[in-house]
């Protein structure tokens, strides 16, 4: 297995843990970008981190994007008092349509053996619609400038 | 709906589903940790006994919460 490889299965077992407790059925593109964001000592999160993107931003900006569009539906994350549910330890999520669609864009851009963490980060960058993009507009964050500093850095 | 705008829209309806299996979630928990049988859960939530025990029995087993079986 490529050092990629390793680096792309710890990425998804962590992102299957944020999935897990979102409720969620599948992993999806924003999970992928916190298990990125968890990745210590990788190229990906430094321009994260650089971004002002650290784990905690991003699950702060994916929290007030999920109150944000809640709301144009009238309704209010402070009227729920959520008691936390269990998780089945053994069960495994499949990927979701966004995590796809990043793992192709990802495929399509680059020979496999040049892959590098912040490829995976690109392709997830690169969603123009959904929960990820808006998430990271809320929290004012420039999307293409930060796509710039990832191509800079690969 | 205030927005007009479809993106909007489009996420409300993302985010309401998220929020809903978040709420079964717990709801399902809640109940059965309180003796609810699993009949009961199911029509409460108006799906087949055994589609709420596909989806919530191992978790559940997990946890050590204690399931009863009959209504």
Do not use: C, N
Request: hydrophobic share 45%; glycine share 6%; no cysteine.
């Amino acid at each position: 297995m490529s050092r990629f490889d390793t680096y792309l299965q710890s990425v998804v077992v962590r992102a299957e843990v944020e999935a897990k407790e979102d409720s969620s059925a599948t992993i999806d593109a924003h999970h992928l970008l916190l298990a990125v964001a968890a990745q210590d000592g990788t190229d990906a999160q430094r321009v994260l981190h650089a971004a002002g993107l650290g784990y905690e931003a991003l699950k702060d900006a994916l929290h007030r994007e999920f109150a944000h569009s809640l709301a144009a539906a009238g309704v209010s994350l402070d009227d729920f008092e959520l008691p936390r549910a269990s998780q089945d330890p053994e069960r495994r999520l499949r990927p979701g349509a966004s995590f796809k669609l990043a793992m192709e864009r990802m495929a399509t851009a680059h020979r496999k053996k040049d892959l590098h963490s912040g490829h995976l980060l690109l392709a997830i960058l690169q969603a123009e619609v959904g929960t990820l993009p808006r998430a990271l507009a809320l929290a004012g964050v420039d999307r293409a400038g930060l796509i710039e500093r990832v191509r800079s850095a690969l | 709906m205030s927005s007009k705008d479809p993106a909007d829209a489009l996420a409300a309806v993302a985010a309401l589903r998220r929020l809903a299996d978040q709420l079964e979630d717990a709801a399902v928990e809640q109940a059965m940790r309180s003796g609810w049988s699993w009949p009961q859960v199911a029509e409460a939530l108006g799906i087949t006994r055994q589609a709420v025990y596909k989806k919530h029995a191992k978790r559940l087993i997990a946890a050590g919460v204690a399931l009863r079986r009959r209504g």
